[in-house]
Structures are given as C-alpha cells and as structure tokens.
C-alpha cells in the first residue's frame, strides 16, 4: 500500500469554527508533512514530524495546530481561520532517516482537502 | 536551503524529448535535488532524485553538473499525459526541510 489518504476532501467553513483535517498512511513511513497550496503556486512546507515529534514548524500561525497521534496517522487542527487560509492542504510521508543526510528521501503526496473559509 | 529557478512554462509535441533546467547556485553540501510532477487538483508525485552527475529512472534522466548549481530534467518521447506542472526543488535529506521552486507548466500538444 503506497497510499497517503487524506480526508475530508473539501471542507468549508466559517471563521470561528474548529476542524480537523485528517491524514493517514500504512507505509511505516516515519517522517510526515502537512503543506499549504494556494492556486497556481508551489506548495508551501508548514511542518514535519520525525518519529511522532515536531521537528519542523515553519513559522506557521497558531491558528493551526498539528497533531501526531501515531506513526500513521497526522492531524491539522484548524481555528479560527481567515478568508486568506484558503487553500489545498496536502500531506506527504517519507521513509525518513532523521539526522542521517544524504539519504534518498522520497515524498508520497495524498490528495489534499481543499479547504474555503468563509 | 537554495533557492530554485526554472522557466515559468513549456511547450511541446507528442514524441519530442523535452528537457527542463533549474537554477539552484547557493545549493549546499548536504542538498539532494528532486523533482516532483504535479496535475491538477493532486498532490505532487516524485519523478526523480539525485546528488551529482546522472540519474535515470524508468521515466526520466536528470542531469546534474559538477558544480551542481544547476540540473536538467529530460523526459523522453513525451505524450499528452505528461502535461503537468513540474517542481525542481533541493532538499536537506537528514533534516527534512523541503522548498519547492516556482514550478515550469509543460504543455504537450498532438
């Protein structure tokens, strides 16, 4: 199973409302990625995971909070958004070999949840 | 990280080999150079991966200099379905951190 899911698939909400996007794979990968896509731009790193911790937050607003329950499993908490956080949000995983460089490090992308906050 | 430059887009026919360079001058020593393959509405797949010389993998080549302040990704006899937008980006490999370049939208015509 070389999947990433990612769930919902679209999501529109307010701004004072709290949501989940959800993220999961079954490769025992054990480095994970949630990253921000606006139309027609690159995607954006928010943060990575290793081994269940934290270990890349790129400057992103407390507005949203990741979660790493398990090593399968990556959540991005969403509160009180803005009209601008609207965007295609993909997760990706990778074998990752920490602290080792060098490593071939190839990232499997799911599908993203575009999100709308109205 | 290096920052990464590609040409905004392309054009190209069924069959030509099209070749697609990126500008990467600050790379460091640790940077591996990836490229990733993107159509709408889905996440980016990986194409190719590579730290100095040549690459090839079953759909593309990737071409590196010594210097490694540029690479080259060549796509053999391409097809309608190659029409994408494809990502050049250098990534530190041990720690993760992974920038994305503007992307080059490939157009391939009949």
């Known amino acids: 199973d070389t999947e990433v899911t990612q769930t919902p698939k679209h999501l529109v909400m307010g701004m004072t409302n709290k949501k989940s996007l959800k993220c999961e794979q079954h490769m025992g990968h054990r480095a994970m990625y949630w990253y921000k896509q606006k139309a027609k731009k690159p995607p954006e790193l928010m943060f990575v995971y290793s081994y269940e911790k934290l270990s890349i937050n790129e400057s992103v607003p407390s507005r949203f909070s990741p979660e790493c329950p398990n090593s399968s499993l990556l959540n991005l908490h969403l509160h009180a958004l803005q009209p601008e956080d609207s965007a295609l949000y993909l997760c990706?995983?990778?074998?990752?070999?920490?602290?080792?460089?060098?490593?071939?490090?190839?990232?499997?992308f799911g599908p993203g949840t575009r999100l709308t906050v109205l | 990280l290096a920052k990464t430059t590609q040409p905004i887009s392309m054009d190209s026919y069924e069959g030509q080999e099209v070749n697609i360079t990126c500008s990467h001058n600050?790379?460091?020593?640790?940077?591996?150079i990836t490229w990733y393959q993107q159509f709408p509405s889905q996440g980016p797949r990986f194409i190719i991966q590579g730290y100095k010389t040549k690459v090839t993998n079953e759909v593309a080549s990737l071409f590196i200099p010594a210097d490694r302040k540029s690479s080259t990704l060549s796509l053999p006899r391409v097809s309608l379905s190659d029409t994408a937008v494809y990502y050049c980006l250098v990534e530190d490999t041990g720690g993760f951190k992974t920038i994305f370049g503007a992307g080059t939208r490939l157009f391939v015509k009949a």
């Open positions: 600050n790379i460091a020593t640790n940077d591996y």
């Open positions: 990706a995983s990778s074998q990752g070999y920490g602290l080792v460089a060098g490593a071939h490090n190839e990232q499997f």
